[in-house]
């Protein structure tokens, strides 16, 4: 996550947010801001993981005696409560001996003379916590209480920010990476910073002395996780490539029966958003709003200049309400179907849904022929130009 330009971090600051990867990055950067500032500093980090009320005081007990120590050397103190999970609504945070022991941490900290020499600056990393109760109203008074909302799906802009933070931890490695190969990391693992960077850990490994990342080395050992598997489905499908396309359907069939919220309907679903993605794609194509370019953050700019009075308002049918990515792709794979056999596609999948409902045809060889005859070509027929 990027830190906020310009703006001096305060004394005290609470970081918190769903993402735990993201919440201990940013705890990083402030700590290495407060550290810039301190120059010559003690750094102290305090696990705080407690998994009973007694592990919970224990650890309330070392911030109270790490705040009250003064630094052995140089000019300051950096106190980091690292992954605390007893400040929101866990079992452990309601017991009563840690919420007054919370609240004694809270006035302790507003009693604290934050001014004076040496220098002291504390911050806890947590991925919930309750604002109602009386540390996060201290804190939010004395210093700093930070959301860290981390990548999303929700977020249109998070493939960017994924592709731009992989090259930041690859750099870090003293390696580089392909700018494709960075986009099928990215389009396997999806918006999970703490994935993304245990497959980029597996990739430098992978590679040993070679200095470059190719995408040959992503497809080798880098997973699918659960997002990407769709993805991977719809992938296929543009790309007119059937052994892919059955082998991923068989993958996404048998995650089935472990995901409760995955369904026969829900993968139909992806399958028709992929197709009508690229019936946009062609008519954008068409228009000259949009070109085939190789690397994702060579498409977006393009978006910004389509017309959207030309765009109908409902978001079905407008190419702009799909997540840039998808409709990046879309446009690269256009080029693979006619507009004739796109909209036969959609009657198909229709058929499909209407067969899944009211026979009593097994889910798999239904989806499973009407994808062969999607992407089937009649013998001597050739890849389409347009």
């Known amino acids: 996550m990027a830190k906020t330009a310009g703006k ?4 005290v600051v609470l970081v918190y947010g769903k993402d735990e990867s993201a919440v201990t990055e940013r705890a990083k950067q402030i700590c290495q801001e407060w550290c810039d500032q301190l120059g010559e500093f003690d750094r102290e980090i305090i696990d705080g993981t407690a998994t009973k009320a007694d592990e919970a005081l224990k650890v309330i007990s070392r911030v109270r005696e790490a705040l009250l120590t003064l630094p052995f ?10 992954n605390c999970n007893f400040l929101g609504t866990e079992r452990t945070a309601t017991a009563q001996v840690v919420t007054e022991a919370v609240d004694e ?15 002291v600056r504390f911050i806890i990393s947590t991925t919930d916590v309750d604002r109602r109760r009386r540390l996060a ?16 799906l929700d977020d249109k802009d998070w493939a960017q920010m994924a592709e731009a933070w992989v090259k930041q931890r690859i750099y870090a490695h003293k390696k580089q990476i392909a700018e494709e190969a960075v986009a ?47 993805f991977a489905l719809a992938d296929a499908l543009g790309a007119r490539d059937l052994p892919a396309l059955l082998r991923h359907l068989d993958e996404e069939l048998w995650q089935m029966q472990f995901d409760k919220d995955k ?38 700019p393009f978006l910004k200049n389509v017309p959207q009075d030309r765009l109908p308002a409902d978001p079905r049918f407008n190419p702009l309400a799909l997540h840039p990515y998808v409709l990046f792709k879309a446009v690269q794979q256009a080029n693979n179907y006619t507009l004739d056999e796109l909209v036969r596609a959609m009657d198909m999948l229709l058929q499909c849904n209407q067969k899944l409902i009211y026979s009593d045809l097994d889910a798999r060889l239904v989806l499973q022929q009407t994808l062969i005859d999607i992407v089937s070509r009649t013998p001597g027929q050739e890849k389409h130009p347009g």
Request: proline share 4%.
């Open 8 to 11: 001096r971090a305060p004394a």
């Open 73 to 82: 050397f140089g000019s300051g103190k950096v106190i980091w409560l690292r």
């Open 105 to 119: 941490l809270a006035r302790a900290l507003e009693d604290f003379d934050w001014s004076k020499p040496g220098n």
């Open 137 to 152: 109203r201290v804190i939010e008074k004395i210093g700093s209480v930070e959301p860290c909302a981390g990548w999303s």
């Open 184 to 230: 099928e990391l990215v389009a396997r693992v999806g918006p999970d910073q703490r994935m993304l960077d245990s497959e980029i850990q597996k990739l430098v490994l992978y590679v040993g002395t070679r200095p470059k990342i190719q995408i040959e080395d992503v497809e080798t050992i880098c997973i699918r996780n659960k997002f990407a598997g769709a």
């Open 263 to 300: 369904n026969e309907f829900s993968l139909l679903g992806g399958l028709v958003t992929k197709i009508r993605a690229l019936i946009f794609a062609k008519e954008m194509l068409r228009a000259g709003w949009v070109k085939q370019v190789n690397y994702f953050n060579q498409f977006t």
